[in-house]
């Protein structure tokens, strides 16, 4: 057991500077989760800019503190206004508000940081075990496994991403010749630069989420500002008594395994695993019967799952190097700026770094429990921005870190760009999440591609004479023509 | 109308990439086998070119009322139009001044209402803004005429 190195990366993190940042990204991250409106990878991309300057260990931590913030902090405004701050905290709504409602809402709010709390735990427990067996494995892959593990991580999130497949593909094609922009990494050739020279590196990853994600966002949130603002609303009642926490022990942990596997597979993130760990919960109860109209259970499960899902996700992410969701492709982005690049080389060559980010994650879910447990009466009060300045300031934010990314405005245009892209494929109903990932993802295709292809003497056979290869490509294909069969298989709907 | 134009334009994205591969000189590396630099972009702009056909097919196909309509809210376009300006006020007055200006009028936009407080708000998060990026993590921000 790698306990030891667990104890060094935390002599690595916890140093009073560290606990400072991770406090205080994880209350940022918390805000950004709370607000309607601005999700986890908004949050992560906004405030990377933040922390060029830091060492890579402390700006890792602050990063996995918003992320993790984020997630949880979905749930506060979930319980106390009943609109969900993420997506993923939409089940929160079901049982939380109801106790709210009831005076409860300090019992819901204390419920729901327990539960997010130990399912982050139970998950990093997990990454911990099994991140390095998977990384292990992976280092025996070659080009034809890494080309068929990337196309298989793009596959899954276009066949899962709303909207058509159709368009999902398309969106994800244009990540991918996106990604194709600047020198061949292979020869040096410079491609598709319109004899810019600033996109000789190709186009720099946060100008593009932070345009993709956020301004794309803020545009569309002001055409709906009103439902947008803060009520006033204040937290009555208790936290939850220990025989509560007793009766949902075995929900908490249910959810926390379960939001675990499910935030491991790509495409499948914290959203999808609060509602599958929302209607486990329901199914298995003693009483399901109070489900909706104010159970604890029905508020730990999906808070459980959906914290769960942090750590599963940090599984591929760096053993692999394969983001599954968007947030983890906005992490991505950030490792790679300060010169990690996850991967099962990370493991061999960086395990402290490895290590670090295990005991960073520790840290942020301490911090989103102590800040929720004792601190959340105040927090309410800052969530109370007015929308009409938090949307001007994230757009100034926006600003700000695309051009400190090189410290030049062509980002800043090449950010504006992409926010209108992004507004207008949002509007017509194209996916955004399969263009940022097809973007990170698709060098990563092409270098593994080629170099299969010449390995192989331009046989395209090789990828199915790999097992490991041909097993990812089957699921591929299995999983991109699963909408089509679905399609066949119902009935032709008059509204389709 | 507007599902058919970005569909469109996708297509048209296709054709522009696969025409440009062909100007990307295959070198020596895995040329022999057709796996030049000019390879992967030829590949994905065929595939783009394939699916956004399929698409706009698609969309021609479809009813008139199931048509997704594309309502550019007025303030959606009032806030476009204030980025691109304040991009452009960055390099000709300044960080500083532009920023403060944008904020200004961006709130006023969002508020309808004249208010010094806003104004006031606006001040204190541009020079929040300047002191924690010029100032703490020493990023030079751009100046202009003024700062």
């Known amino acids: 057991m790698e306990l030891n190195l667990l104890l060094e990366g935390f002599q690595e993190v916890l140093i009073p500077l560290n606990i400072l940042i991770v406090f205080g990204g994880t209350l940022m991250g918390m ?9 986890a990878s908004m949050g992560v991309a906004l405030l990377l800019p933040l922390t060029y300057g830091m060492p890579p260990i402390t700006a890792l931590t602050m990063l996995l503190g918003i992320y993790c913030g984020a997630i949880y902090g979905g749930s506060i405004t979930a319980i106390l206004i009943n609109t969900p701050g993420t997506t993923a905290a939409a089940c929160t709504t079901f049982d939380g508000h109801p106790l709210a409602a009831q005076g409860k809402a300090g019992k819901a709010i204390g419920m729901a940081t327990i539960s997010s709390f130990a399912g982050g735990i139970i998950s990093i427990i997990i990454l911990i075990l099994l991140a390095p067996v998977l990384a292990r494995v992976a280092l025996k892959f070659g080009p034809p496994e890494y080309f068929a593990l990337a196309v298989f991580g793009l596959s899954i999130i276009t066949s899962l991403s709303s ?16 990604g194709t922009v600047g020198m061949d990494m292979m020869n040096g050739t410079p491609r598709y630069t319109f004899g810019q020279v600033a996109l000789l590196d190709g186009f720099s990853f946060i100008p593009v989420l932070i345009g993709l994600f956020a301004v794309s966002q803020i545009l569309i949130n002001v055409e709906k500002l009103e439902s947008l603002n803060m009520k006033d609303s204040k937290i009555l009642g208790l936290l939850p008594t220990l025989k509560e926490l007793k009766s949902v022990v075995p929900t908490i942990l249910r959810s926390s395994l379960l939001g675990s596997f499910i935030g491991i ?22 009483t399901p019967e109070k489900f909706g109209k104010g159970s604890l259970e029905g508020v730990a499960a999906p808070e459980a799952g959906n914290n769960a899902a942090t750590g599963g996700a940090m599984v591929p992410l760096l053993s692999l190097g394969i983001p599954g ?3 983890t492709a906005v992490l991505l982005g950030a490792f790679m700026i300060q010169g990690i690049s996850p991967g099962p080389l990370l493991f061999r060559d960086n395990i402290g770094v490895a290590y670090g980010i295990f005991a960073g994650l520790i840290l942020a879910n301490i911090a989103f429990l102590i800040i929720g447990l004792f601190g959340v009466k105040g927090f309410v009060k800052v969530l109370q921005i007015p929308t009409r300045i938090l949307m001007p300031l994230i ?14 405005l062509i980002n800043v245009g090449i950010m504006l760009g992409f926010g209108l892209v992004g ?35 331009g046989q395209w056979s090789i990828f199915m004479q790999r097992p ?11 999983s991109l023509l699963y909408p089509i069969i679905r399609d066949m298989i119902k009935k032709p709907d008059p509204q389709a | 109308m507007a599902e058919k134009i970005l569909t469109g334009l996708f297509f048209l994205f296709g054709i522009v990439w696969l025409t440009m591969s062909y100007d990307l000189a295959s070198s020596n590396f895995g040329g022999g086998l057709g796996l030049g630099p000019d390879f992967f972009p030829r590949l994905l702009a065929i595939l783009m070119i394939i699916f956004s056909l399929i698409q706009l097919v698609r969309t021609f196909r479809k009813d008139k009322k199931d048509e997704i309509k594309l309502n550019v809210h007025g303030l959606s376009a009032v806030i476009i139009a204030s980025c691109i300006a304040y991009l452009f006020a960055i390099g000709i007055i300044g960080y500083l001044v532009s920023t403060f200006l944008f904020l200004t009028g961006v709130i006023y936009v969002l508020s309808r209402k004249r208010s010094i407080k ?26 202009g005429f003024l700062i």
């Open chain 1, 325 to 327: 969701s968007e947030t």
């Open chain 1, 423 to 457: 507004y207008f494929m949002k509007k017509l109903k194209f996916p955004i999440t399969p263009v940022v990932l097809a973007l990170i993802l698709g060098p990563m295709a092409e270098s593994n591609l080629r170099r299969a292809l010449i390995m192989s003497e």
């Open chain 1, 163 to 178: 909207g058509t497949l159709v368009k999902g593909l398309i969106a994800g094609f244009f990540g991918l010749m996106l």
């Open chain 1, 395 to 408: 757009l100034t934010l926006a600003f700000v870190g695309s051009y400190s990314v090189k410290n030049n």
């Open chain 1, 265 to 286: 597979l790509p495409g499948a993130g914290a959203t999808i695993s609060s509602f599958i760990c929302y209607n486990e919960a329901k199914r298995w109860s003693k």
């Open chain 1, 468 to 478: 490991i290869s041909l097993v990812l490509l089957i699921i591929t294909v299995l």
């Open chain 1, 31 to 39: 805000l950004f989760g709370a607000m309607p409106g601005i999700n």
């Open chain 2, 118 to 143: 806003d104004v006031i708000i606006a001040l204190g998060i541009s020079l929040a803004l300047y002191g924690i990026f010029q100032l703490v993590l020493k990023v030079p921000l751009p100046t």
